[in-house]
């Protein structure tokens, strides 16, 4: 966290600058005029978002920045009292001003609350100042596990998902985001699925059957499959939008 706010510091000081305003001449104003410029929103993956706002992993015990809800009770799928952006503030100020490395630690497993540069500016709102990002959540996140675990559209072996306990999870500040993705990113299959072999199969020759125009990402027909590699953010968003619902078509319509 401490490299992170140590980078956020340099944009900190241009936005603050840029909020109070500042002085451009343009050939329409040799004179100059006031520019103000603030910084809207901050977009990412909840790995980026977390670290750069200063919540804890999510994998901490204190996981979610919209409510309070604890890490062992979301397979619940309830949303708990919401997170209010003062309050937010208030903790991460605490956890600052708090001198020893001890009862920081203990303090965010508690909150689950850090401190951020962002909270500098005036107008930051840790609870609504951010957005995920699509590519990571849904291309990567959502249709990927779709893909994954509900058609198990995947190669025969299994390759277990290595995760840290919770006991040393939920200080994990010091995470590094494509580590993450990279440990979850090859999932093997677990269970059968509703998608037979024969199934899977016509799927992957399908997709070579689909003329593309030039531009479209073209999606090999052993995805899936480890010696493929990853799939990178746009194959995942074209096999969805473009390749699935084709194939599909002649998989399971008779006519």
């Not at 944009?11 to 343009?26: A, C, M, P, Y």
């Not at 299994?158 to 999932?187: F, P």
């Not at 073209?218 to 953010?233: D, P």
């Amino acid at each position: 966290m401490i490299t992170t706010n140590n980078v956020l510091r340099l944009l900190v000081d241009e936005l603050l600058k840029l909020n109070e305003g500042i002085k451009i001449i343009t050939p329409r104003y040799p004179h100059g005029c006031k520019v103000f410029a603030l910084r809207v929103g901050l977009i990412g993956d909840i790995l980026a978002t977390h670290k750069v706002s200063g919540f804890m992993s999510h994998l901490a015990r204190k996981f979610c920045s919209w409510c309070n809800i604890n890490h062992d009770e979301k397979g619940e799928c309830k949303l708990g009292n919401l997170c209010d952006g003062n309050q937010v503030l208030a903790l991460s100020w605490e956890w600052k001003s708090t001198e020893s490395k001890e009862s920081r630690e203990q303090l965010a497993k508690k909150t689950g609350i850090q401190w951020s540069k962002l909270n500098w500016l005036p107008y930051w709102d840790p609870v609504q100042c951010f957005t995920l990002g699509v590519m990571h959540n849904w291309y990567k996140g959502v249709l990927q596990h779709h893909l994954r675990f509900q058609w198990v559209f995947n190669s025969a072996f299994v390759k277990e998902v290595l995760i840290k306990n919770e006991s040393s999870e939920a200080y994990s500040d010091t995470m590094d985001i494509d580590d993450y993705e990279s440990r979850n990113e090859e999932i093997g299959e677990g269970s059968k699925g509703f998608l037979s072999n024969d199934i899977k199969n016509k799927i992957r020759t399908n997709i070579c059957e689909v003329i593309i125009p030039k531009g479209v990402t073209y999606i090999t027909s052993q995805f899936g499959e480890a010696a493929n590699g990853k799939l990178r953010a746009s194959e995942w968003h074209v096999l969805f939008s473009v390749y699935i619902p084709l194939v599909f078509l002649d998989c399971f319509l008779e006519n």
